[in-house]
Nanobody, 117 residues
Framework: QVQLAESGGTLVQPGGSLRLACSQS????????TGWYRQAPGKQRELLAI???????SYVDLVKGRFTISRDNADNTVYLQLNDLRLEDTAVYYC???????????WGRGTQVTVSS
């Protein structure tokens, strides 16, 4: 079992920055990748960025250049740095993990990011 806990979401003004954290615990030694997703009201959950166990990162075009995924192996935490936030970035942000080629079907509670002036 893997437990995920997202944190760091809050209310921020347009143009602001936040750093979200995904704390991982449990059977994490065989995680091959971690991804950050978000779900805005009335919309489907969407993938934003992935970081592999080897440190390779990838992003969807929507956030490329504004969001940065990273990880701290010592703390078993994966971060998502959000810069130049826009109103449309308002959503609940989630992390998820992959073992082998299979992404987990379980989700944490997420963390709410609200961008508003």
């Amino acid at each position: 079992q893997v437990q995920l806990a997202e944190s760091g979401g809050t209310l921020v003004q347009p143009g602001g920055s936040l750093r979200l954290a995904c704390s991982q615990s449990g059977s994490i030694s065989d995680i091959t990748a971690t991804g950050w997703y978000r779900q805005a009201p009335g919309k489907q959950r969407e993938l934003l960025a992935i970081i592999t166990s080897g440190g390779h990162t990838s992003y969807v075009d929507l956030v490329k250049g504004r969001f940065t995924i990273s990880r701290d192996n010592a703390d078993n935490t994966v971060y998502l740095q959000l810069n130049d936030l826009r109103l449309e970035d308002t959503a609940v942000y989630y992390c998820n993990y992959r073992k082998g080629v299979t992404w987990s079907g379980s989700w944490g509670r997420g963390t709410q990011v609200t961008v508003s002036s």
